[in-house]
T-cell receptor
Framework: GQQVMQIPQYQHVQEGEDFTTYCNSS?????IQWYKQRPGGHPVFLIQ?????EVKKQKRLTFQFGEEKKNSSLHITATQTTDVGTYFC???????????FGAGTRLFVKA | DTGVSQDPRHKITKRGQNVTFRCDPI?????LYWYRQTLGQGPEFLTY????????KSRLLSDRFSAERPKGSFSTLEIQRTEQGDSAMYLC?????????????FGPGTRLTVL
């Protein structure tokens, strides 16, 4: 069935360093969504990518969808302590019903 | 605060008891989702409503789980004869049909502990 794999599982960075998390699928993804969950909080929607090769930016965050729509990445430039949390990728099925989440990458930022 | 509320926030129960959780979505949202999240994992899809119709239910969901959304507004999730493996955070999310991006707004969740 549908499955999205995320790597790495954890990442420790020094404040100011860059961070990247990757999302991979063995099958073509209809779309990819990214969420952030702060410790003790709930997932918060960041963005959705739909088109092959799509790149979107939100301030220091850059989201990319692979040309074959089988992978995606989230890159954070110059991390800040406020970036701490778990970043999830998810695939929304066509029609927007079932959403399959990856296991997430937990980001730790040391000041 | 996303506008999605869940009640209770915490529930401790003994194995074998029934529990019911409530979710109040954002008022104009007609789509409602239930997820389960365990430590170190992403949210796991349980079921989906569009208005009052339950359109999809995960095959992972056993017959002990049932969800309703009788008037297309709030929803309840009931777990019968709870087991220790049911201990998890139960998340509700809502979204609005008709928008290109199905942005799901999550509630704070109900943390269930089964002793």
């Amino acid at each position: 069935g549908q499955q999205v794999m995320q790597i790495p599982q954890y990442q420790h960075v020094q404040e100011g360093e860059d961070f990247t998390t990757y999302c991979n699928s063995s099958t073509t993804l209809s779309n990819i969504q990214w969420y952030k969950q702060r410790p003790g909080g709930h997932p918060v929607f960041l963005i959705q990518l739909v088109k092959s090769g799509e790149v979107k930016k939100q301030k220091r965050l850059t989201f990319q969808f692979g040309e074959e729509k089988k992978n995606s990445s989230l890159h954070i430039t110059a991390t800040q302590t406020t970036d701490v949390g778990t970043y999830f990728c998810a695939e929304g099925s066509t029609g927007g019903f079932k959403t399959i989440f990856g296991a997430g990458t937990r980001l730790f930022v040391k000041a | 605060d996303t506008g999605v509320s869940q009640d209770p926030r915490h529930k401790i129960t003994k194995r074998g008891q029934n529990v019911t959780f409530r979710c109040d979505p954002i008022s104009e949202h007609n789509r409602l989702y239930w997820y389960r999240q365990t430590l170190g994992q992403g949210p796991e899809f349980l079921t989906y409503f569009q208005n009052e119709a339950q359109l999809e239910k995960s095959r992972l969901l056993s017959d002990r789980f049932s969800a309703e959304r009788p008037k297309g507004s709030f929803s309840t999730l009931e777990i019968q004869r709870t087991e220790q493996g049911d201990s998890a955070m139960y998340l509700c999310a809502s979204s609005s049909q008709g928008k290109r991006t199905d942005t799901q707004y999550f509630g704070p969740g109900t943390r269930l502990t089964v002793l």
